[in-house]
């Protein structure tokens, strides 16, 4: 069964940082494709940034986000800096078999983690 739990979120202060980590199991990580999704409150899920097997990513915003993985821990992570109050969304960490912007090219999801960023 495959899980995927994300941890990290909570309230940060605009400006501010997060690190937000997804722990991987129940699949072979290192073959997946791995992402960062959030959906706004009202809002239609997005890609944050994405990273496949070998590293490669796809980052719209690589001023303010990164995006890696460790793939003997089965984790990925996510920082975030420079926080603004449009980033308030669940997070959601996403695997799947290959790279990719859209949400359905996903296969398994995490339950999501909360990001509130408050003036």
């Known amino acids: 069964q495959v899980q995927l739990v994300e941890s990290g979120g909570g309230l940060v202060q605009a400006g501010g940082s997060l690190r937000l980590s997804c722990a991987a199991s129940g699949l072979t990580f290192s073959r997946y494709a791995m992402a960062w999704f959030r959906q706004p409150p009202g809002k239609e899920r997005e890609i944050v940034a994405a990273i496949d097997w070998n590293a490669g990513t796809y980052n719209p915003d690589p001023g303010r986000f990164t995006i890696s993985r460790d793939n003997a821990k089965n984790t990925v992570y996510l920082e975030m800096i420079s926080l603004k109050l449009e980033d308030t969304a669940v997070y959601y960490c996403?695997?799947?078999?290959?790279?990719?912007?859209?949400?359905?090219?996903?296969?398994?999801w995490g339950q999501g983690t909360q990001v509130t960023v408050a003036s």
């Open positions: 996403a695997a799947g078999p290959g790279m990719s912007r859209v949400p359905v090219a996903f296969n398994f």
